[in-house]
């Protein structure tokens, strides 16, 4: 993550943001799996207003990689100069495959596709926003061999460095909501695992587990 030298002014507008916004209905179904989940359009709309009110905006900008994956990059902004930038979120867009497995996908619905889900999940996180527990990237997941809905990237093709990871909010719950994974994983460890097993947010899963193998090998401090 990237900041201004100062971000006293940024971080008094998001507090007075945050006491502003309040829970963003879901307005979607995945109709094959029966989620429910909060469109990028409902969530700009819902908070736009309350954002320029207090000074803010945000730019989001995509990324690509040479070997296929998309990401998405997303700035915070000020009026006084000051922003966050997040680390960026890549992805490998795939699809199922004839007879089993996923192949990368290249046209263009696929990126498109994976950039509408980045964006999605990263202006959430970096607004702290409670939209509920998101499990639209079912739809995404291994093991389901119906027809592919078309450029949705697998949730284990998520990527992101292990500052990254630990730099992930938790947008839901009551104890840790607004902590980050790194927080939870030194300050309540039970809990951490909890979310690596049964959070349905699929960012929230991987994160925890590019946390854990950090730890293992020593990427990040394993302190209390």
Avoid at 45 to 55: D, F, M, S, V
Avoid at 81 to 99: D, K, V
Avoid at 171 to 179: A, T
Avoid at 192 to 221: G, H, R, T
Wanted: proline share 4%.
């Amino acid at each position: 993550m990237r900041k201004s030298d100062s971000i006293k002014q940024i971080g008094s507008a998001l507090a007075k943001f945050n006491g502003e916004i309040t829970s963003i209905a879901k307005d979607a179904e995945n109709p094959q799996f029966k989620s429910e989940y909060v469109t990028l359009d409902a969530l700009i709309e819902a908070t736009r207003p309350i954002l320029q009110a207090n000074g803010l905006s945000i730019l989001q900008f995509p990324l690509t990689r040479e070997d296929g994956q998309i990401g998405v990059q997303t700035v915070l902004l000020h009026d006084s100069g000051e922003f966050i930038e997040s680390e960026p979120l890549y992805m490998l867009p795939t699809r199922i495959a004839r007879g089993g497995g996923y192949e990368i996908a290249k046209d263009p619905q696929a990126a498109g596709s994976v950039i509408s889900y980045l964006r999605r999940y990263s202006y959430q996180a970096i607004l702290n926003l409670n939209t509920g527990e998101d499990d639209d990237a079912n739809k995404a997941t291994k093991g389901q061999e119906k027809e592919p809905v078309r450029g949705i990237a697998i949730k284990e093709e998520i990527s992101m460095s292990p500052e990254a990871a630990g730099a992930v909010v938790i947008p839901f719950g009551n104890k840790h909501r607004g902590e980050t994974l790194k927080q939870v994983y030194k300050t309540d460890k039970s809990y951490f695992d909890w979310l690596s097993e049964k959070s349905k947010d699929p960012m929230i899963k991987k994160a925890c587990d590019i946390i854990v193998e950090a730890v293992k090998s020593n990427q990040i401090e394993n302190s209390k």
